[in-house]
C-alpha cells in the first residue's frame, strides 16, 4: 500500500470508529438477566408505589444509584409482608447470615465514563428517562441504548454541558 492511499484509508477508519461509537445501537438494549433473587420492579414500584429512592437511597447524594441492602427490603418482608414465598424466605435467609446478594447490574458504563446520578436527579431528570418504566417491569432491563450519542443528544436537547470533560475521565 502507498502513502497516499494510507493517508486516504486510515482517516476514513478512524471516522468510521467514531460514527460507530457515537451512534451505534447498543448491544445490551434489552439485557435483562436473570438475578439471584427475582424482584419484581412492577410489585413494589408500580402496583406498592415504593418511590425508587426508597430503595436506591444513595441516588440523590451520590455519583451511584446503590443498590439496597437486604435490611431496606427486611423493613417490610422482616414484618411478615409476603412471607412464606420461598424468594422472600431466600432473601430472609440471606439477610439472617450477614451475606451480601450478589445482585447483577443492569445498568453499567464503560469504566472511562463518569456518570452521576445525584447531578440528573437535582437537575430533575426522571429515572426513567434512563431506564424505562420501571414500575412496569416485572423484570429490569436496559431499554435505552446509554451510548455516548444517547447521552450527547440528551445534554443539547436539555442545554447540559457537553464538553468532553463532563462525563469523561
Known amino acids: 500500500m502507498n502513502v497516499q492511499a494510507i493517508k486516504i484509508t486510515l482517516p476514513l477508519i478512524v471516522m468510521g470508529g467514531l460514527a460507530y461509537l457515537l451512534f451505534s445501537p447498543s ?4 439485557y435483562a438477566p436473570d438475578q439471584p433473587i427475582p424482584f419484581n420492579h412492577k410489585l413494589h414500584a408500580g402496583d406498592n ?53 450478589q445482585w447483577i447490574k443492569v445498568h453499567d458504563q464503560p469504566d472511562f465514563v463518569f456518570f452521576n446520578h445525584s447531578r440528573h436527579i437535582a437537575r430533575g431528570v426522571d429515572c426513567s428517562k434512563c431506564h424505562g418504566n420501571v414500575a412496569e417491569m416485572k423484570i429490569i432491563q436496559q431499554v435505552e441504548s446509554l451510548n455516548m450519542g444517547y447521552c450527547v443528544n440528551c445534554h443539547r436537547e436539555n442545554n447540559a454541558p457537553n464538553d468532553c470533560s463532563t462525563c469523561h475521565r
Open 27 to 30: 448491544k445490551y438494549v434489552g
Open 49 to 101: 408505589k415504593i418511590d425508587c429512592r426508597y430503595c436506591h437511597t444513595a441516588v440523590e447524594k451520590s455519583a451511584h444509584a446503590s443498590v439496597p441492602p437486604s435490611s431496606t427490603c427486611m423493613n417490610c418482608h422482616g414484618q411478615g409482608v409476603a412471607s412464606g414465598r420461598p424468594d422472600v424466605e431466600r432473601l430472609k435467609k440471606y439477610h439472617n447470615e450477614k451475606k451480601p446478594i
